[in-house]
């Protein structure tokens, strides 16, 4: 499996992805990110009814992947992204360095 930075939302990270083989479920939207200070969210969304969404979770992250239409990615603070059709998308968490925790992510 390979993955490519697109761009990104926030502190969210944006990957095409290439080679996944999780296993999909379909949803209406998924939040793929939680702000622990704020409580805003990162949303994934359909850009219009007849889209379909699929969303895979590995543990570290979500793969998203629509059909019949683009999703979006929506958060109250920062410009909707769209995600087209046709490929699969990888939300990642961006980390920071600490010297005493040496890694963590970072909080929206």
């Given at each position: 499996?390979?993955?490519?930075?697109?761009t990104h939302?926030?502190?969210?990270?944006?990957?095409?992805?290439?080679?996944?083989?999780?296993?999909?479920k379909?949803?209406?939207s998924?939040?793929?990110?939680?702000?622990?200070?704020?409580?805003?969210?990162?949303?994934i969304?359909?850009?219009?009814?007849?889209t379909?969404?699929e969303?895979?979770?590995?543990?570290?992250?979500?793969?998203?992947?629509s059909?019949?239409?683009?999703?979006?990615?929506?958060?109250?603070?920062?410009g909707?992204?769209?995600l087209?059709?046709g490929?699969?998308?990888?939300f990642?968490?961006?980390?920071?360095?600490?010297?005493?925790?040496y890694?963590?992510?970072?909080?929206?």
């Amino acid at each position: 499996m390979t993955k490519k930075f697109i761009t990104h939302q926030g502190d969210i990270p944006i990957y095409e992805v290439e080679g996944f083989e999780g296993i999909f479920k379909s949803v209406e939207s998924q939040i793929v990110a939680l702000g622990e200070v704020t409580g805003h969210h990162h949303k994934i969304v359909k850009d219009r009814p007849d889209t379909s969404l699929e969303v895979a979770f590995d543990g570290t992250g979500y793969y998203l992947r629509s059909i019949n239409g683009d999703a979006l990615l929506t958060h109250q603070e920062h410009g909707i992204q769209v995600l087209p059709q046709g490929k699969i998308y990888y939300f990642g968490r961006q980390s920071e360095y600490d010297p005493i925790e040496y890694r963590r992510k970072v909080q929206d």
